[in-house]
């Protein structure tokens, strides 16, 4: 059964920083792996699609990899700015077709 | 992309009611989702809402407690019966286009405070 494991659960950082979050997932079989960020009582926002066949895709001042093999992936938030204080998520989708959530990691960047 | 419009955004709902909860998509999409995300925890899905006939519930989701309707390729309801303080939750739809690699899509959500 897969389980989608993110660390840290919560992060605080000064404004300005770099930073990575941390998904790691316990069957490496997956379709794609999706992070996503979650505003407060809000829906998701998709960020990033990564395909089984891919490495890593950017997309402005984020970064995500992923390495099957090992089943981990990292979000990497470069210079974070306040207004990325949300809580991300990230998703692996299943060769079923079964979608399985990590439970996020609530950031917090501090101005 | 989809543009994925979700009704209500919120609501209040005494013990024991029934509440209807309305997925639009701006585009006609194969797959619909419904999940449920309680205070403090993942997304859990709830269901797959197929188009012309019955969802696909997951593990210890029932048809009588979340009927879902799907009489189109750009519309979904969700439906939660009887409801309990339990069922305090974020309902989501969700999507997947098919197109950009299987990105899926949420909604905004629709949070239900039973009381």
Redesign the interface.
């Known amino acids: 059964k897969q389980e989608v494991t993110q660390i840290p659960a919560a992060l605080s950082v000064p404004e300005g920083e770099n930073l990575v979050l941390n998904c790691s997932f316990t069957d490496s079989a997956i379709?794609?792996l999706?992070w996503?960020r979650q505003d407060p009582?809000?829906?998701?926002?998709?960020l990033l699609?990564i395909?089984s066949s891919q490495r890593e895709q950017t997309s402005g001042r984020l970064n995500a990899s992923l390495d099957k093999s090992s089943g981990r992936s990292t979000l990497y938030i470069a210079a974070s700015q306040p207004g990325d204080s949300a809580t991300y998520?990230c998703?692996v989708?299943n060769r079923d077709d079964?979608?399985i959530?990590?439970?996020?990691t609530r950031l917090h960047i501090l101005p | 992309s989809a543009v994925i419009s979700q009704k209500p955004s919120r609501d209040i709902c005494q013990r024991g009611t029934s509440l209807t909860i309305q997925c639009q998509v701006d585009s006609q999409v194969t797959m619909m989702f419904w999940y449920r995300q309680q205070p403090g925890q993942s997304l859990t899905l709830i269901a797959t809402a197929n188009q012309g006939s019955e969802a696909t519930y997951e593990s210890g989701f029932v048809i009588d407690k979340f009927p879902i309707s799907r009489p189109n390729l750009t519309f979904s309801t969700l439906t939660v019966s009887n409801m309990s303080p339990e069922d305090s939750s974020i309902y989501l739809c969700s999507v997947d286009t098919g197109n950009s690699g299987n990105t899926i899509y949420f909604g905004e959500g629709s949070w239900l405070t039973v009381v």
């Not at chain 1, 959530?101 to 996020?104: H, L, P, S, V, W």
């Open positions: 379709y794609n999706q996503f009582g809000k829906g998701l926002t998709s699609l395909q998520l998703a989708w079964k979608i959530f990590g439970k996020g």
